[in-house]
């Protein structure tokens, strides 16, 4: 069973920065994709970002140009570094990890809240 370990959430003032990790349980050498979801409250899931086994990156329109995904597979950890927080970026920020088979794991999630 993989598992997905997040931290680096917390709180912060609209204008900051957080650097988000994601820590996975096996290696990240041959694996399909990682990314980033996040969940505001009474909202849906939405997609944030993706990093692919080839290190092709993609985001969702909100969020280019504030955050960078990246990987170390060195470290089996992968990063979401996003700055110029605003506090419509408020949410539970979830990783997930997409094997070969195309089956998905996720984390427990991190919570990030943006003071305005």
């Known amino acids: 069973q993989v598992q997905l370990v997040e931290s680096g959430g917390g709180l912060v003032q609209a204008g900051g920065s957080l650097r988000l990790s994601c820590a996975a349980s096996?290696?990240?050498?041959?694996?399909?994709?990682m990314g980033w979801y996040r969940q505001a409250p009474g909202k849906q899931r939405d997609f944030v970002a993706i990093i692919t086994s080839g290190g092709s990156t993609n985001y969702a329109d909100s969020v280019k140009g504030r955050f960078t995904i990246s990987r170390d597979n060195a470290k089996n950890t992968a990063y979401l570094q996003m700055s110029s927080l605003k506090p419509e970026d408020t949410a539970v920020y979830y990783c997930?990890?997409?094997?070969?088979?195309?089956?998905?794991?996720w984390g427990q999630g991190t919570q990030v809240t943006v003071s305005s």
């Open positions: 997930y990890l997409l094997n070969v088979l195309k089956k998905d794991y």
């Open positions: 096996i290696s990240l050498f041959g694996i399909n994709a």
